[in-house]
C-alpha cells in the first residue's frame, strides 16, 4: 500500500482522549504504511509522538466542544484541533481528517478550509456545491446501503439532490465495491407521482441525469436491499438516521430484557453470546468508523460522538483507505460541470 498521512483529532468525541489515542494505535498495527497527524493540546500530542515513529503532532490550544454553536467555534476557535486539522489537510500536511466532534462544526470547518468543488452555472458563474454527508447501514440482503445526505444541509434545491445521487453512486461503487448502484429518491410512495411539491421536482432531474436512478423509494427501503443508494435533503436523513438507530437500541434493550428475564433465556443468551456481540457491533456503526463528508478538495470522515478504540481505529483506517482510492478526484468526475 501507499504511505499516506492522516490527521486524526484527539479531543474529538465523548470520551477520553486516551480512547482516541488506543485507537490510533490499532490503526497503526493494521496499517504499517499509515502515518498519523495528532492533532490536540500539547501536553497530550507531543509525548504521544514523542514515542511513536510514525506519528507527528499538530498542537491545537483550542478545543470545539459538543455545546459550541458550530459556525461561532469555527470562526473564534481558529487554534482548535479541528479547524488546525482542516486547514493542515488543505496545505497538503495531511491527506485526509478523522474527528469524532461535533458534525456541525466539523462541516463547517472543512466547508471553509477544505473546501467543497466548484460548479459552472449556465452563466459561466463558479459556485461552490453543497456537501453531503454519507454513511451506510445495512440491509436485510446482506450488504450495505449508502445514505444521503444525513444532516449537512436540511435546505437544498432539486440540482444539490443529483449532486449528492451522483456522489453517493460513486462512493457505493467505491468505497463499497457495487459495480452499478441502484439510486432511490426518499419519499412518502414508491410511485412515480409520490411525494412532496420538493420531492416531485427532484425526481425528473434525477431520472435524466443520475445513472442508475430506479425511481423514489420508501423509508423501509433503508434496510430492504432493495435500493443501493437512498438520497434525502439533510434535514429528513437526520431525522430518519436518529431514528433507525432508536429503534436499533430499543430492540438490543429488548432483546437483552427477553433473553435475561428468566433460566432458559439466560441459558440462550449463553449459547448465542458470539453472534449477540456481532449483531451489535453490526448495529452500532463502530465498524464503518464514521460518515464521509462529500464534495470537498480532501477526504473528511466524521465519528460518531460515543466513539470507541475501535471506530478511531476504523475511522483513521476508513479515512487512508478513501484517500489511496482516489475517492475526492472521482467524486468530481462523476458531477456535470465541475471546476478543477
Known sequence: MNKVRIAVDVMGGDEEPQVVLDGIDAALAA???????????????????????????????????????????VMHKRKSSIVLACRAVKKGEAAGFFSAGATGAMTAAATAYVTPFKYLTDTGEKRPIRP???????????????????????????????????????????????????????????????????????????????????????????????????VCDGFSGNVALKAIEGTAKLLLHELKGVLLGSMGGKVAALLIKKSLKGLQAKLSGDSRGGAVLLGLRGVVLIGHGATSVEAVKNGTLATAQAVRSNLVEMLAASMDNIVR
Do not use: W
Not at 507531543?46 to 466542544?65: G, K
Not at 419519499?187 to 432531474?205: A, M, Q, R, V, Y
Open 31 to 73: 496499517d504499517a504504511d499509515l502515518e498519523v497527524l495528532a492533532v490536540g493540546p500539547a501536553d497530550i500530542v507531543e509525548p504521544f509522538a514523542e514515542e511513536r515513529e510514525r506519528v507527528s503532532a499538530l498542537v491545537a490550544p483550542d478545543v470545539i466542544t459538543m455545546e459550541d454553536d458550530p459556525i461561532e467555534a
Open 132 to 230: 453531503c454527508i454519507v454513511s451506510t447501514i445495512p440491509n436485510r440482503a446482506g450488504g450495505e446501503t449508502v445514505f444521503c445526505d444525513l444532516g449537512a444541509n436540511p435546505d437544498v434545491e432539486p440540482e444539490d439532490m443529483v449532486r449528492f445521487a451522483q456522489m453517493g453512486a460513486t462512493y457505493a461503487r467505491i468505497v463499497c465495491g457495487i459495480a452499478n448502484p441502484r439510486i432511490g429518491l426518499l419519499s412518502n410512495g414508491t410511485e412515480d407521482t409520490k411525494g412532496s411539491h420538493f420531492t416531485k421536482s427532484c425526481f425528473p432531474l434525477m431520472k435524466q441525469k443520475v445513472k442508475g436512478f430506479a425511481g423514489n423509494c420508501e423509508g423501509s427501503d433503508f434496510t430492504s436491499g432493495n435500493f443501493d443508494v437512498v
